[in-house]
C-alpha cells in the first residue's frame, strides 16, 4: 500500500498568482501522476512525473502553465501558474505501485 | 462515446437497500479500479478487478471481460456510504487511468 499526503489541502487565491502543491509518499514509487478535476467533472490526467527526467504532459497541458518537480523517489512538486478562475479544480497525486493505484487527498483550489 | 460510462449519475436510496452502479467500457483493458471520493475530494481506491468478482466488507465488485462491464454492488447501504464512485480503467498495465464520470450517492437514514 501507499500513503500520500498533499499541502495545501486548500487555497483561495488570486488571478495571476501561482500556487505549488506538494505531493509526499510514504514509500517509493517510480511515477507519479497529476490529475485535475474540474467542478462536476471527472478526473483528467495532467502529466506523468518520473524521479530524474522530465515530466511527461497529457494532450492540453504543458510546462509552462503547470511546471512539475520530482526531486527524489516520494516526493513531487506541481506548480498552478498564472492562476485564471478556469484553474479551479482539484488536484490530486496518485501513485500506482504493483498495479493498484492511490491517491492522495486533494488540494482544493479556488481562484477569483 | 466515452470509453468509460457509469450509470446512473445519480442516485438515492434509503439506508439499507441494496445498490448497484454500473461501468460500461469500450476498449480492451488491462485493470479496472473503482474508487470512491468523498465531499472534501479526497479518493479512496475500493478494488482493483482483471476478472471476477472481489468482496470487502458490505463491497462487492463484479467485472465481466467479455461484456467489457463491471458492477458495483453494496449491501445494508448506509448514510456514511454517500459519495461519488468512480470507474476507472486501464488500458495496459501501468498505463494511464481513463475515468469514467462517477455516480454521486445519497443514501438517506
Redesign the interface.
Known amino acids: 500500500s501507499a500513503v500520500i499526503s498533499q499541502k495545501p489541502s486548500r487555497d483561495i487565491c488570486q488571478r495571476g498568482t501561482s500556487l505549488t502543491i506538494q505531493c509526499q509518499v510514504d514509500s517509493q514509487v517510480t511515477m507519479m501522476f497529476w490529475y485535475r478535476q474540474q467542478p462536476g467533472q471527472s478526473l483528467t490526467l495532467i502529466a506523468t512525473a518520473n524521479q530524474g527526467s522530465e515530466a511527461t504532459y497529457e494532450s492540453g497541458f504543458v510546462i509552462d502553465k503547470f511546471p512539475i518537480s520530482r526531486p527524489n523517489l516520494t516526493f513531487s512538486t506541481l506548480t498552478v501558474s498564472n492562476m485564471s478562475p478556469e484553474d479551479s479544480s482539484i488536484y490530486l497525486c496518485s501513485v500506482e505501485p504493483q498495479g493498484s493505484s492511490f491517491f492522495g487527498p486533494g488540494t482544493r483550489l479556488t481562484v477569483l | 462515446k466515452n470509453e468509460v460510462e457509469q450509470s446512473p449519475q445519480n442516485l438515492t436510496a434509503q439506508e439499507g437497500e441494496f445498490i448497484t452502479i454500473n461501468c460500461s467500457y469500450s476498449v480492451g483493458i488491462s485493470?479496472l479500479?473503482w474508487?470512491q471520493q468523498h465531499p472534501?475530494?479526497?479518493?479512496?481506491?475500493l478494488f482493483?478487478l482483471s476478472s471476477g468478482k472481489k468482496k470487502h466488507g458490505r463491497l462487492i465488485a463484479t467485472i465481466n471481460i467479455q461484456e467489457k462491464h463491471s458492477s458495483l454492488h453494496i449491501t445494508a447501504s448506509h448514510p456514511r456510504d454517500s459519495a461519488v464512485y468512480?470507474c476507472?480503467v486501464?488500458m495496459t498495465?501501468?498505463s494511464?487511468?481513463t475515468?469514467?464520470?462517477?455516480t454521486q450517492l445519497t443514501v438517506n437514514p
Open positions: 485493470a479500479h474508487l472534501g475530494g479526497g479518493i479512496v481506491s482493483m468512480i476507472a486501464g498495465s501501468g494511464r487511468l475515468f469514467g464520470e462517477g
